[in-house]
C-alpha cells in the first residue's frame, strides 16, 4: 500500500486483537479531538488525516480495523474541501467590506483568541456549549481584531465597523463549514475501520 511498508504482526502483532481494538479507539479519539481544535482555527481536519494515514501505515493491514486508500483519500477530500469553504468565506467577507492586510491579520489573531475563550466560557454547558461559545466568540473576536486593524490604519469608526461586520459572518460560516468537513472526516475513520 505505501512505498515503505510495515509488518504490524511482526512488531506490533504481540497486542493481538486486544491491541488492534485499543489502537483504532485510539485513532478515533483523536480525530474526535483534532474536529474540536477546527474551533480554535487550529488545522484539525489535517491532523485526523495525518492519524489515518499513520493508523493505515502501521494499524492492521487487513480484516475488520485496517483502514484501506479509500477512506483515506475520502478523508483527504473532506479536509480539502473543509479548507476551501473556509478560505472562500473568510475572503468573501474581507473583500466585499474592503479588509487590508493589517485587519486581517488582526481578525485571524481576535479569532483565536476569542474561539479559545469561548471554548472556555461554554464548559459549564456540556458538549454543546464550548462549540457554540467558540463559533461565536471566534466571530466576535474576528470582528474585534478587523475593527482594530482598520480604525489603526486611519479608518473611520463606520469604515471599520462594516469591515469588522464581515469578518465576523466570514469566520462564523468559514468555521461552521469547515467544522462540518471536519465531522465527515471523523465518519470516514469510523467508517474505515469499522468497515
Excluded: Q
Aim: aromatic share 14%.
Amino acid at each position: 500500500m505505501f512505498l515503505f511498508s510495515f509488518d504490524y504482526d511482526r512488531w506490533l502483532g504481540w497486542l493481538g486483537p486486544t491491541g488492534a481494538v485499543l489502537a483504532a479507539i485510539v485513532l478515533i479519539l483523536v480525530c474526535v479531538i483534532a474536529w474540536g481544535a477546527n474551533l480554535m482555527t487550529l488545522p484539525g481536519n489535517w491532523i485526523s488525516v495525518a492519524a489515518m494515514a499513520i493508523y493505515a501505515w502501521l494499524g492492521p493491514s487487513e480484516g475488520r480495523l485496517s483502514i484501506g486508500m479509500t477512506p483515506l483519500i475520502c478523508a483527504f477530500l473532506f479536509a480539502l474541501f473543509g479548507e476551501i469553504i473556509e478560505f472562500v468565506a473568510g475572503a468573501a467577507g474581507a473583500k466585499r467590506a474592503g479588509a487590508s492586510r493589517r485587519s486581517t491579520f488582526f481578525a485571524v489573531l481576535g479569532s483565536m483568541a476569542g474561539a479559545l475563550t469561548g471554548a472556555l466560557v461554554g464548559l459549564p454547558v456540556p458538549v454543546v456549549g464550548p462549540v457554540l461559545a467558540a463559533i461565536l466568540f471566534g466571530g466576535v473576536g474576528a470582528t474585534a481584531g478587523a475593527v482594530y486593524g482598520e480604525w489603526t490604519d486611519g479608518r473611520s469608526w463606520k469604515e471599520s465597523w462594516n469591515v469588522g461586520h464581515a469578518a465576523f459572518w466570514g469566520r462564523t460560516f468559514g468555521t461552521l463549514g469547515k467544522f462540518l468537513a471536519g465531522l465527515a472526516v471523523v465518519l470516514s475513520a469510523l467508517v474505515g475501520v469499522i468497515w
